[in-house]
């Protein structure tokens, strides 16, 4: 059975959706530049294939063209953080096509966004038909449902919130992200989510290779560099409570 193919549009171009008087180092366009590229390196560590809408962040394409680009994919993703006239919005959406396709992934989608930004509010999706009630209302949906490719817009909750566009700015939580949209898409898909690790210093079959292997899929540890554990050096009292926050961070209390 061959691997899913998925097209990733990383929304807008440029320098697009400045907020100065909330989060002024945010821009929407470069975190989703940025995310959409861990995306692709994360889907990639479970054999999907990527393509991407485009090869520069300067570089500009109607929205129905980008989910044109899709034609041939099992599934077209445009990334996004959205906007509205009051600060304290904090929830992840996903637009899903009007035909319906992808509903259940969507579902899990804004779940996944909001587990992982540790949202303030319940996550929604929503689909959005045209004035003439013929085709679906955003672009990008529209195209990639033009070639015969579901799509899903996801809003990475609000860059009005500066809580959330101030998450939104660190690459550690981007990549963080990823890892956990990536682990859902492998989920949906029936891939079985086992990354191979890193770590040339943490072989399969030890005691504590399964451990680690969960810790580093969840985004608590990160290694020592990028090709090493390091399981028998000392923990420090900073490395402890690191690894705990995270812990409660992405898993709550208890």
């Known amino acids: 059975m061959p691997m899913p ?13 400045y907020n100065d008087k909330v989060s002024p180092k945010y821009w929407e366009s470069k975190m989703a530049w940025k ?10 560590k479970y054999g999907f294939t990527v393509i991407l809408t485009r ?6 394409l109607g929205l129905m ?21 009051t600060e304290s919005v904090d929830r992840a959406v996903v637009i899903y096509p009007v035909s319906g396709a992808k509903m259940d992934l969507a579902t899990k989608l804004s779940q996944t966004v909001t587990e992982a930004m540790q949202l303030h509010d319940k996550p929604q999706i929503y689909n959005k038909w045209n004035s003439a009630h013929n085709a679906d209302y955003y672009g990008v949906i529209r195209g990639a449902a033009s ?26 939580n ?26 040339v210093d943490v072989p399969d079959g030890k005691y504590y290779t399964d ?16 090709t090493h554990f390091s399981p028998d050096k000392e923990c420090t009292r900073a490395m402890i409570v690191t690894l705990l926050k995270r812990y409660n961070d992405k898993f709550g209390g208890g």
Request: proline share 2%; hydrophobic share 40%; charged share 25%.
């Open 35 to 44: 995310l959409h590229l861990m995306q692709k390196e994360e889907l990639e």
């Open 174 to 199: 981007l990549r963080k992200l990823a890892k956990a949209e990536a682990k859902t898409l492998a989920e949906y898909f029936g891939i079985k989510t086992n990354v191979k690790l890193p770590f």
């Open 55 to 60: 090869d520069k962040q300067e570089n500009d």
């Open 147 to 172: 070639v015969g490719v579901p799509g899903l817009i996801i809003e990475h909750s609000f860059h009005t919130n500066n809580r959330a566009a101030a998450w939104l700015n660190q690459d550690a």
């Open 5 to 17: 193919k998925i097209c990733i549009d990383a929304g807008h171009f440029a320098y697009y959706n």
């Open 65 to 85: 063209a980008r989910g044109q680009k899709a034609k041939g994919c099992d599934l077209f993703i445009s990334d996004h953080s959205n906007a509205c006239n």
């Open 211 to 226: 451990a680690v292997k969960w810790a580093w899929e969840n985004g608590l540890v990160e290694g020592t560099d990028k």
